[in-house]
């Protein structure tokens, strides 16, 4: 059973950057795909950046691609995603997601993980 815990998130200026983190216990990261997802107001939740278990193939949204980047830190089982270029469209709440199965074509699909954190607000303000 994974435990995850978003932080990082807050009010910013468009242009601004962030990064959030996603602490997870219970399990070894390294035997997880692991992603992030957002969900703004009124919106649908939607796939921002992802990794397989191997830490590999990363893959994002073609919203965010060039601007952030996902990672994560095996040692200290935390994923990271580092967002710069802050736009008042990236307003949401970010959620953090794993599975043990996904397979690679899923990655974007939420409801393909099984363990997600309470998330974190992250406001752009213009």
């Known amino acids: 059973q994974m435990h995850l815990v978003e932080s990082g998130g807050g009010l910013v200026q468009t242009g601004d950057s962030l990064r959030l983190s996603c602490a997870a216990s219970?399990?070894?990261?390294?035997?997880?795909?692991m992603a992030w997802f957002r969900q703004g107001p009124g919106k649908e939740r939607e796939f921002v950046a992802a990794?397989?278990?191997?830490?590999?193939?990363?893959r994002y949204a073609d919203s965010v691609k060039g601007r952030w980047t996902i990672s994560r830190d095996i040692a200290k089982s935390t994923i990271y995603l580092q967002m710069n270029s802050l736009q008042p469209e990236d307003t949401a709440v970010y959620y953090c997601?794993?599975?043990?199965?996904?397979?690679?074509?899923?990655?974007?699909?939420?409801?393909?993980?099984?363990?997600w954190g309470q998330g974190t607000q992250v406001t752009v303000s213009s």
């Open positions: 990794f397989t278990r191997s830490g590999g193939y990363p």
């Open positions: 219970g399990a070894s990261i390294r035997n997880y795909a």
């Open positions: 997601a794993a599975d043990r199965q996904i397979i690679l074509s899923s990655l974007g699909n939420a409801g393909s993980y099984d363990y």
